[in-house]
């Protein structure tokens, strides 16, 4: 068996980024079931860095991470872990009081925001369609970010590695129980005893907390799922921006590698597992594009789907659970896990170890009582 102070279950951006963090305190060994990082959520996201979703404490969180984007540890060896590239969010006539409300939300995190018309949006982005049936007005925020998952994981990784942690996969929990001093977790190829076990088990936490006799939060997994397809031929659509609509049942779009990837923004609940794109979703996605410009989705070139697990105030929870001893929950990132990482690390670290509060969440209005699991249960 193996003795070690804190044990990460879960390799996906959560779990590997707190775990760089943790490592340089304590020894830290993170396990993952699968055979690499970020396989289910983190690995299939579009990982675009915007203010366009969340409530206050999201986007604190995601305006606090732009430190570790800008100037990763170590990351003078590593490629960039981020692109500059423009968001858009347009309303139709019908949705114009959600783009005011959001465009009120997003001023209070960037000062890169601003208005455009029919002619504006239609020059930024030239197959939108306009006018009376389609968008009439549009935000623009320049402080976009195209994200690099996999750079974003590695960077970690290699993070908690220079700091003495481990990271080991096909480790698949199998048990999981307090002894009274230490949490004993075994897996498929080894035993462990932790003074701390954190659950960043991402669509498993809660199913991994029944089975360490730990009250659930009520997490919600919720499939996602993104297309791609080949704009038309000699269209240029590398500059162009992240789009999205304001309203819930649109779609949002981006170039990627020379595609054009999709996604209807589904939000379909499902077990914690594989999960794979359904007919009904793929198709959703490219008729919300034909919908909404003049583009023809002729053929879907690549499909997937990932899953986004929230809890009921769909903000992302850290902290020691109250009816277990070293047990700490660092889940729920829902669509934002990428994009917050870095804080939410931040934070993980000062709950974990009681230090004191971070001053940059503290400048960003992030505050300990948002994002512990006990707001949960009151």
């Known amino acids: 068996m193996k003795r070690i102070d804190v044990l990460v279950i879960g390799g996906g951006i959560a779990g590997v980024s707190a775990a760089a963090r943790f490592a340089q305190r304590t020894d830290t060994v993170l396990i993952e079931q699968e055979s690499a990082l970020g396989y289910h959520s983190s690995g299939r996201s579009a990982t675009f860095y915007h203010f366009g979703i969340g409530d206050d404490a999201v986007r604190g969180l995601t305006a606090a991470s732009r430190f570790f984007f800008s100037d990763p540890p170590g990351g003078e060896d590593l490629p960039p872990l981020w692109q500059t590239k423009s968001a858009m969010f347009f309303a139709t006539s019908e949705t114009m009081d959600q783009l005011t409300a959001l465009e009120a939300e997003m001023r209070r995190f960037s000062d890169n925001i601003s208005q455009v018309g ?68 075994d897996t498929v190829g080894e035993s462990y005893a932790a003074r701390i076990v954190v659950n960043a088990a991402g669509a498993w936490a809660d199913e991994l907390a029944v089975m360490a006799g730990v009250r659930p939060l009520g997490l919600m997994p919720l499939r996602r799922t993104i297309i791609g397809f080949d704009p038309p031929k000699g269209l240029d659509v590398s500059n162009w921006p992240f789009l999205k609509t304001v309203f819930d049942d649109g779609f949002y779009m981006l170039p990627d590698a020379g595609r054009l990837l999709a996604s209807p923004m589904d939000v379909t609940p499902s077990p914690a597992c594989d999960v794979q794109p359904e007919d009904y979703e793929t198709a959703l996605a490219a008729w919300r594009v034909e919908e909404a410009t003049t583009l023809s989705v002729d053929r879907i070139a690549l499909k997937w789907a990932g899953l986004r697990s929230f809890v009921a105030d769909k903000v992302p929870t850290a902290g020691f659970a109250t009816d277990a001893p070293g047990f700490f929950w660092l889940a729920g990132q829902g669509g934002y896990g990428l994009q917050t990482s870095p804080a939410m690390a931040l934070a993980a670290e000062a709950l974990l170890f009681d230090l004191p509060w971070p001053e940059l969440l503290r400048e960003h209005g992030v505050q300990p009582h948002q994002i512990r699991p006990e707001r949960l249960f009151i």
């Open 118 to 185: 029919p002619s504006e949006m239609q020059a930024i982005v030239p197959v939108l369609k306009v006018g009376s049936g389609g968008a009439v007005a549009g935000l623009v925020d320049t402080a976009g970010r195209k994200l690099d998952a996999d750079l974003l994981l590695q960077a970690n990784a290699r993070a908690l590695r220079a700091a003495g942690g481990e990271i080991h996969f096909h480790a698949g929990v199998t048990g999981i129980a307090h002894d009274g001093s230490d949490w004993i977790v």
